[in-house]
T-cell receptor
Framework: AQSVTQLDSQVPVFEEAPVELRCNYSSSVSVYLFWYVQYPNQGLQLLLKYLSGSTLVKGINGFEAEFNKSQTSFHLRKPSVHISDTAEYFC?????????????FGRGTQLTVWP | NAGVTQTPKFQVLKTGQSMTLQCAQD?????MYWYRQDPGMGLRLIYYSASEGTTDKGEVPNGYNVSRLNKREFSLRLESAAPSQTSVYFCASSDFWTGNQPQHFGDGTRLSIL
């Protein structure tokens, strides 16, 4: 089964600073990669996804992520964060084979943006 | 456009009681999922339904049962609730069981078992 590691459980940052949330997954022949965001007392919303093609993918709210196959990583970045970006962020991976449609989630990274 | 609707939003149960969590989606999706979210654990898959008429166990199925009532609805049942089942439960749906389809989530059911 796929294993997804989010290296930081909490990331505090000041407003307008850049941020990177790290995600690594266990190796597989082919994977699909997702980042979701969860605001307090809400469900998860899709930020961006990598299916194929360009390794740099852009999502909503100014976020982007880069797929690095050799390092099995899919780190999420934003050049300048806002207070409203405070939320929990989840990296998720799906793979081929018998578990085709299943999503494996990391444990989440709480991003807190301070004024 | 409601997306994925879960009911109830909150529930408190006593140990040993049973209840059913309801989920409905209006996006004509084929696949549906039930997750539980516990602090520091991310989301763990309980059961899923790749298509109408099929259900399969996920990572943590013990103590739960599911029913895919029709294409829109997928319910989760706790037959005899235990304190370890205190959690936030999320239902999700996706277009197909192909891995490249993003999942759409409901707002969750917050369940406490005393």
């Amino acid at each position: 089964a796929q294993s997804v590691t989010q290296l930081d459980s909490q990331v505090p940052v000041f407003e307008e600073a850049p941020v990177e949330l790290r995600c690594n997954y266990s190796s597989s022949v082919s994977v699909y990669l997702f980042w979701y965001v969860q605001y307090p007392n809400q469900g998860l919303q899709l930020l961006l996804k990598y299916l194929s093609g360009s390794t740099l993918v852009k999502g909503i709210n100014g976020f982007e992520a880069e797929f690095n196959k050799s390092q099995t990583s899919f780190h999420l970045r934003k050049p300048s964060v806002h207070i409203s970006d405070t939320a929990e962020y989840f990296c998720a991976v799906s793979e081929g084979g018998s578990t085709l449609g299943r999503l494996y989630f990391g444990r989440g990274t709480q991003l807190t943006v301070w004024p | 456009n409601a997306g994925v609707t879960q009911t109830p939003k909150f529930q408190v149960l006593k140990t040993g009681q049973s209840m059913t969590l309801q989920c409905a989606q209006d996006m004509n999706h084929n696949s549906m999922y039930w997750y539980r979210q516990d602090p520091g654990m991310g989301l763990r898959l309980i059961y899923y339904s790749a298509s109408e008429g099929t259900t399969d166990k996920g990572e943590v199925p013990n103590g739960y049962n599911v029913s895919r009532l029709n294409k829109r609805e997928f319910s989760l049942r706790l037959e005899s609730a235990a304190p370890s089942q205190t959690s936030v439960y999320f239902c999700a749906s996706s277009d197909f069981w192909t891995g490249n389809q993003p999942q759409h989530f409901g707002d969750g059911t917050r369940l406490s078992i005393l």
